[in-house]
């Protein structure tokens, strides 16, 4: 990366965000009512992981609910009525060497004061034929947020992490039945939460096997899974399958330049400042833990007003 940089020219900017989630859209409106006239970097995935979900119900505000897409759209023009601008295009390198901060996109460079980084977590995808088709159609990455929509359903939760039983133990809430399918048999989850889920008697695991099609008519209707121990393959009905394999950040362009933990999460303080002074973080980014709408939400305001307070003292 380093001996391929071009010299540090850009579009000077007091603050940059990259990311137009929950948490760079909050940023982006706490941002500009300090007057800091943010440009909001879109990423690839305008909108992030909200703007894939259906309905949200656990966003304070809104007691009927509101549409992920229209939740972003609403973020979008409240930060644009602040004077943020929200330009679609993705940050594919920086430097943070020295102030202001060099970032690279594929339409042009940006030299800023102030960075915040809101990139968000993409979910793990099985890959299988199905799964794309399906999604919020009965395939779902978020029990918390989808989990109601199974009331009195069977359900299955893909996974043998802290996530897969943590998620399918609250799925038990509204489901009749959860069933972990995991591709060993042995799980990979904390013992507490292990026998949790084997004390529940509305769970059940289904071991060795895996997902090999998710099949239906509109919406999920079976799935075809595979013991990999046996072979054998078996046609299994379901109304709907929760993948929790993990979550990928996205934090491959900031690889040697910011401290990630193991799992490639930025490493931030509670006042959302990276190593480098003046880059911070919000959101999924640098949160493996929380992952909701409203606490995304309030790591981006907090990351613009420690920007504003940064600016301040170093003008
Ligand atoms: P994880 O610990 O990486 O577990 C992922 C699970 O998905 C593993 O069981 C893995 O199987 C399985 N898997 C991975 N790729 C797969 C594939 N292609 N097909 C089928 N199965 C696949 O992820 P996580 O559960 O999301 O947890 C992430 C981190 O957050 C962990 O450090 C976890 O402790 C933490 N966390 C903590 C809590 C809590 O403390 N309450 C709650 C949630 C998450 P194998 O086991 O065979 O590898």
Redesign the pocket.
């Known amino acids: 990366m380093a001996e391929n940089k071009p010299t540090r020219e850009g579009a000077h900017v007091k603050n940059l965000i990259l990311g137009s989630g929950p948490a760079g859209l909050s940023a982006a409106l706490y941002s500009a009512r300090a007057e800091l006239s943010p440009i909001v970097l879109a990423g690839n995935e305008y909108g992030g992981q909200v703007s894939l979900t259906h309905i949200v119900e656990n966003y304070p505000g809104f007691p009927d609910a509101v549409g992920g897409p229209e939740l972003t759209e609403l973020f979008k023009k409240q930060a644009e009525r602040f004077g943020a601008k929200v330009v679609f295009d993705t940050a594919t390198d920086v430097d943070f060497s020295q102030r202001p901060f060099w970032i690279k996109t594929y339409e042009k460079s940006y030299l800023a004061d102030t960075l915040i980084i809101a990139t968000g977590a993409t979910p ?1 995808h ?2 299988v034929p199905g799964e794309t088709e399906f999604t919020g159609r009965g395939v779902s990455y978020c029990g918390t947020c989808d989990g109601f929509f199974f009331k009195g359903k069977d359900v299955v939760v ?10 399918g133990s609250f799925l038990t809430r509204f489901a009749n039945k959860v069933t972990v ?4 048999d ?5 013992a507490i ?1 292990q026998q949790r889920a084997k004390d529940n008697p509305k769970m059940g695991f289904i071991w060795d096997t ?2 090999n099609t998710i099949n239906g008519n509109g919406a999920v209707q079976h799935l075809d899974l595979e013991n990999l121990k046996t072979g054998k393959r078996e046609e299994f009905k379901t109304d709907g399958i929760f993948i ?4 990928t950040p996205n934090t491959q362009i900031f690889k040697g330049h910011l401290e990630m933990d193991a ?1 490639g999460y930025i490493v931030a303080n509670r006042n959302m400042e990276t190593g480098v002074p003046g880059v911070f973080t919000a959101g999924e980014v640098s949160d ?2 929380f992952r909701q709408v409203i606490t995304s939400a309030g790591m981006g305001a907090a990351a613009a007003i420690q920007a504003t307070r940064f600016l301040e003292a170093n003008p």
Not at 181 to 184: G, K, Y
Not at 186 to 190: C, D, I, S
Not at 244 to 247: A, S, V, W
């Open positions: 793990r099985l890959e893909v996974g043998g992490g802290d996530s897969a039983l943590e998620e399918v995991h591709r060993r042995e799980l990979r989850a904390g939460l895996k997902v929790f394999i993990g979550h799992g493996p833990h």
